[in-house]
T-cell receptor, first 110, second 116 residues
Framework: GQQVMQIPQYQHVQEGEDFTTYCNSS?????IQWYKQRPGGHPVFLIQ?????EVKKQKRLTFQFGEAKKNSSLHITATQTTDVGTYFC??????????FGAGTILRVKS | GAVVSQHPSWVICKSGTSVKIECRSL??????MFWYRQFPKQSLMLMAT?????????EQGVEKDKFLINHASLTLSTLTVTSAHPEDSSFYIC????????????FGNGTRLTVT
């Protein structure tokens, strides 16, 4: 079936270091969405990318969508303790199903 | 912004009993709602798509007779876990999107189900 692979599974960084999580799909995606889930909480929508090669920024977060619309990345510059949580990518595959990646757990040491 | 309310937030029940979980879209209409299941430190697995006024669409491997879904109105979907067993213990999360396709999902707070 449709799969969205996400790596790494887990990352532990020192506060102030950068962090990146990557998603890769076996098929072309209509769009890709990113969510953040804090420990004990529910996923919260961060952003959606639709266009090939699109790059969007939200303060210290940079989101990219690959040219082939099969991969995406989320980069956090200078992590802070408030960034901790699990980051999920979710790709929209035909006909209109949202498939979640496995998620990347981010821990930040202060 | 769009809000999805899910109730209860946690429930403990005995084996063999049934549990109903409600998911409401508070400030928008949702013709489609989605039910996910999440095990600790794992991703969200889509269980079924709930369609207002019609039968739910279940993902492969999900028993429709065990996980009963009803979507009676544009703002309410319910998931009933029937004859619950300890292996059904999990975090169940509903979500809904506004009327436009590919609009982002708004998630409920989730329901932590523990079956003893």
């Amino acid at each position: 079936g449709q799969q969205v692979m996400q790596i790494p599974q887990y990352q532990h960084v020192q506060e102030g270091e950068d962090f990146t999580t990557y998603c890769n799909s076996s098929t072309t995606l209509s769009n890709i969405q990113w969510y953040k889930q804090r420990p004990g909480g529910h996923p919260v929508f961060l952003i959606q990318l639709v266009k090939s090669g699109e790059v969007k920024k939200q303060k210290r977060l940079t989101f990219q969508f690959g040219e082939a619309k099969k991969n995406s990345s989320l980069h956090i510059t200078a992590t802070q303790t408030t960034d901790v949580g699990t980051y999920f990518c979710a790709g929209v595959v035909p006909p209109n199903k949202l498939v979640f990646g496995a998620g990347t757990i981010l821990r930040v040491k202060s | 912004g769009a809000v999805v309310s899910q109730h209860p937030s946690w429930v403990i029940c005995k084996s063999g009993t049934s549990v109903k979980i409600e998911c409401r879209s508070l400030d928008f209409q949702a013709t489609t709602m989605f039910w996910y299941r999440q095990f600790p430190k794992q991703s969200l697995m889509l269980m079924a798509t709930s369609n207002e006024g019609s039968k739910a669409t279940y993902e492969q491997g999900v028993e429709k007779d065990k996980f009963l879904i009803n979507h009676a109105s544009l703002t309410l979907s319910t998931l009933t876990v029937t004859s619950a067993h300890p292996e059904d213990s999990s975090f169940y999360i509903c979500s809904a999107r506004e009327i436009f396709d590919n609009s982002p999902l708004h998630f409920g707070n989730g329901t932590r189900l523990t079956v003893t």
